[in-house]
C-alpha cells in the first residue's frame, strides 16, 4: 500500500537558519503530494501541494518539488522564523472517485525555531 | 467562512460510555473524513464518505461508527468507549476534481476516556 516516511524530528532551529524536512513516499499510481502545517492546538492546513513529476508547490517561503525518480517531496525554506513552529506532516493522495482524495500521512516533524 | 466545524472541542468519557462527535462543512464538499491523531503520531482514517448516503472503514474503524444523511453532516459515534480512544479526532472534507484537491480540517476534538 501507500506510505510516506518523514524524517525523524525533532527538529530546533535559530531564526533565519535554513530548513529542510525530507519526505519520501511508496505510491502504486500518480499521487499528488502536500505538505500540511499543524499549529499547536489547531487543526491542519495545507500549506503546499504538487500534482505531478517536477512541480513545485510554494506558499509562504516554503517550497518543495515533487521528485518521481527519487520519490522524494523535501520541504526546504531559506529563513525560518518563530512562527514557522509547529508540526510539518508530509501526505500523499492518489484520487479516486471511490475514495475521494484519501490521503496517507507520514508521521509529522515538530519544528521549534528559537529567537 | 466557516469551513469544517467539529463540536465539541473537548470532552472527558468514563469507560463503557458513549458519543457522538459531531462535524460540519459548508464549502458543499461530496467526500469528507475522520481521523484520528495520537501524540506523536501521524492521522490515521477512521471512516470516511463519498457522498450521502455512502460511508466506508478506513485503516481504524473498530470501535466507531458514521452516517452520512446530509452533504453537509458526518457525526462520528463512539458506543462503548474504551481508554485506547483517548485521541484527538479530526474531520476533513475535500472536492475531487481533477486536480489535487487538499482536504480542509476542523479544529479537531481532544477526547479522553478515563
Known amino acids: 500500500g501507500d506510505s510516506v516516511t518523514q524524517m525523524e524530528g525533532p527538529v530546533t532551529l535559530s531564526e533565519e537558519a535554513f530548513l529542510t524536512i525530507n519526505c519520501t513516499y511508496t505510491a502504486t499510481g500518480y499521487p499528488s503530494l502536500f505538505w500540511y502545517v499543524q499549529y499547536p492546538g489547531e487543526g491542519l492546513q495545507l500549506l503546499l501541494k504538487a500534482t505531478k513529476a517536477d512541480d513545485k508547490g510554494s506558499n509562504k517561503g516554503f517550497e518543495a518539488t515533487y521528485r518521481k525518480e527519487t520519490t522524494s517531496f523535501h520541504l526546504e525554506k531559506g529563513s525560518v522564523q518563530v512562527s514557522d513552529s509547529a508540526v510539518y506532516f508530509c501526505?500523499?493522495?492518489?484520487?479516486?472517485?471511490?475514495?475521494?482524495?484519501?490521503?496517507?500521512f507520514g508521521e509529522g516533524t515538530q519544528l521549534t525555531v528559537n529567537p | 467562512n466557516a469551513g469544517v466545524t467539529q463540536t465539541p472541542k473537548f470532552r472527558i468519557l468514563k469507560i463503557g460510555q458513549s458519543m457522538t462527535l459531531q462535524c460540519t462543512q459548508d464549502?458543499?464538499?461530496?467526500?469528507m473524513y475522520w481521523y484520528r491523531q495520537d501524540p506523536g503520531m501521524g492521522l490515521k482514517l477512521i471512516y470516511y464518505s463519498v457522498g450521502a448516503g455512502i460511508t466506508d472503514k478506513g485503516e481504524v474503524p473498530n470501535g466507531y461508527n458514521v452516517s452520512r444523511s446530509t452533504t453537509e453532516d458526518f457525526p462520528l459515534r463512539l458506543e462503548l468507549a474504551a481508554p485506547s480512544q483517548t485521541s484527538v479526532y479530526f474531520c476533513a472534507s475535500s472536492y475531487l476534481g481533477r486536480d489535487g484537491q487538499p482536504q480542509h480540517f476542523g479544529d479537531g476534538t481532544r477526547l479522553s476516556i478515563l
Open positions: 464549502m458543499n464538499h461530496n467526500y
Open positions: 501526505a500523499l493522495s492518489d484520487q479516486k472517485e471511490t475514495s475521494g482524495s484519501r490521503l496517507t
